[in-house]
């Protein structure tokens, strides 16, 4: 929720639902910039915050959002009641800064609904063992969301954003992306995971998880977004669903390591120790005794991964430690891929007509990932979106 | 606490209190303006606003201060934890916007002291009926402190705040005004109830009731204040410990009143339902069959009060009602005034010599106050300091 005006909209929405006979309950996130307000103010006073603490100061700007949004429904009449993350009955384990939701307790809201109450709660928060605030990490209102329409068995969890919906490509890029009316949870999560923005495959594996179907719309404007929902398999659809890229890419090599059991594992739990996320990991030898270790990492991760992997290698007496930030990732996504032979072939041969090197592959079940250079990532985007005539209903 | 640099100056001064040896508990009230701000909120989206939102909403500014202290104290390398009023043992009953405290549990609070961390708790709010977060209203801050001393069974309570000690007079107005080092809980409630705004009489009051020993001193150097406790009767003493003014007065008059009983319990009634407080009240038989009513309220609430007692006037068939906003009070307190006859002529003498007309005395037994013209108020305090020689030591 961006500023006043925004509350005011949402609470229109609400009130609508209600209206329309609806039981109503609403999962919010803070205003515009005050999580970065607030963490900018510990940042001032430690480099080092207690993680206990950053939630306590965090789980207030959803605090903040819910009483006001509260305010704004009963200013047009109607009864609301405000609740945080552990009055709304989000219990999560002891986690701070990225806890797990391990159970959700609705009794509190489904009293207040009995009521007749629109319920409000702050998302992005729980209470953890011994009172204690916690908070979800990122996409943490989308899961709470997802997890409170599970608990109370809701037909749909409308998730709004700023964005009116899944595209198969970002529309600021190419030009004929097309809105997607419905897509499956399984391509949801692969474009999540590969970049895509619009929600967090961590709300959207608890979806699936637990058959909630998402409503993913804008926050601006009422009209119909995508619906994240079980889609059964059907022969002759589209191979490809969507192209998504993400220029927030760096790519870390550890040259010359030596050949031994264990390797890996010492680099990247070093790295995971950190916090700090893999994406695409090769290992190529090039001589018998040593290999090439090649991985990918978010671009403000890369100064921190090469402290780490540099002291990693002096230890393994590797030859040594580069990186290129100079790289993105494309990636196409969709279930019909695993039936439609010939799909990478035909990625990658749209690629190279278009004069793109290709760095790195990566594949799941129903993706296919490139790294390329990111002065080429535009270009791909629309290459691949015209091969898989994505622009065409 | 105002801003960053204030919270490591706060912070700093906790970790000298612990080197020292000592538990320490902090109580924090919110930043700045904060609190105006979500107020500001609030009421650009209602003009009714429901009291246990706007307790959800103000109560976080209170959160934040506690994790940005406990953050601050952690960067000088000690332990410390933040606790929202709730999880510090503060419970309430369900007075939503000026909830009382019905008790206190210091068993958290307990913990968290005998793991060596120093507790930073947020102040003017606590938990009540439903879980529900409750604020305590006007000096909750101060209230919390005193509640959790008398909880802990601390020696002292120090409330830091914007001015370093009680003075006999205002120092902006009178030059040689001079900090008291001692002050009795009587004198303090006293002091505070007439409009010295160092400290809340209800804060006082409870320190009173638990014989805690508050230090008021300043936030921003580390020099004594004033210590409020019980000081025993000592003959000789002067009468008078200070005068106060409070320019923040207005003063309602209701004209000719039917003088039938139970009409000062229509109009008072009416007006505490409302939630306005009255100061002086008082009655003046004019003819035989009507009374003129005179109070005296907050000029915040002139307006307010003025309406209600307009209408309860047509009720009862009163002649009309007047209002003067020109007007402010001056007071005297001293423990000393029950055994010097002739304090009260003292001062209505030092008033006549300056020229100054007195509207309506209201007296206690440590106190006499006068309603005078707010134009004549600071010459007024000059004169009744100088009168009872309070600038000497």
């Known amino acids: 929720m961006a500023d006043i005006a925004r509350i005011r909209h949402v609470a229109a929405r609400l009130v ?15 205003m515009g910039d005050v999580t970065d307000e607030l963490l900018e103010m510990a940042r001032q006073l430690t480099d080092r915050p207690s993680r206990r603490e950053l939630d306590m100061l965090l789980a207030t700007g959803e605090q903040v959002s819910s009483a006001l949004l509260a305010l704004a429904i009963n200013s047009l009449g109607y009864r609301a009641v405000a609740l945080t993350g552990g009055q709304g009955g989000i219990i999560t384990d002891g986690g701070f800064t990225r806890a797990r939701i391990l159970k959700v307790d609705p009794a509190r809201i489904r009293e207040e609904m009995a009521r007749g109450n629109i319920v409000v ?13 916690t908070t979800l990490g990122r996409g943490g209102s989308d899961a709470t969301a997802v997890a409170l329409a599970a608990a109370l068995g809701a037909p749909v969890c409308d998730i709004c954003t700023d964005v009116d919906g899944v595209y198969t490509a970002d529309p600021r890029v190419v030009r004929n992306a097309r809105k997607l009316p419905v897509i499956s949870y399984e391509e949801m999560m692969e474009l999540a995971y590969v970049g895509a923005r619009v929600l967090q495959a961590r709300a959207v594996e608890m979806a699936s998880q637990q058959r909630v179907v998402i409503h993913l719309r804008s926050s601006f404007s009422d009209g119909p977004g995508t619906l994240v929902k079980e889609v059964p ?11 998504v890229h993400d220029p927030d890419v760096a790519r870390v090599t550890l040259l010359s390591v030596p050949d031994r059991p264990g390797v890996a594992h010492r680099i990247f739990y070093a ?14 030898t090039r001589h018998e005794a040593s290999t090439d270790v090649l991985f990918t990492v978010s671009r403000a991760d890369l100064m921190q991964a090469m402290e780490i992997v540099q002291a990693v290698g002096r230890e393994l007496g590797a030859g040594g430690c580069v990186f290129d930030a100079g790289v993105g990732k494309v990636s196409i996504v969709g279930s019909g891929m695993a039936t439609h032979p010939g799909v990478a072939a035909r990625m990658f041969g749209a690629l190279a007509r278009n004069g793109i090197n290709i760095q790195v592959i990566s594949t799941s079940e129903i993706r296919i ?9 535009e270009r791909a985007v629309t290459a691949l979106h015209d091969e898989f005539e994505l622009g065409l209903g």
């Open 271 to 284: 790295l995971a120790e950190a916090g700090i996320n893999v994406d695409m990991i090769v290992q190529s």
């Open 16 to 30: 609508r639902a209600k209206d329309e006979g609806h039981d109503v309950v609403a999962v919010v996130s803070a």
């Open 121 to 133: 709660v702050a998302g992005f928060q729980g209470v953890g063992p011994g009172n204690d605030i």
């Open 369 to 377: 990932s490139c790294l390329i250079d990111a002065a080429d990532l």
């Open 233 to 243: 398999a059907v022969e002759n659809a589209k191979p490809v669903v969507g192209v």
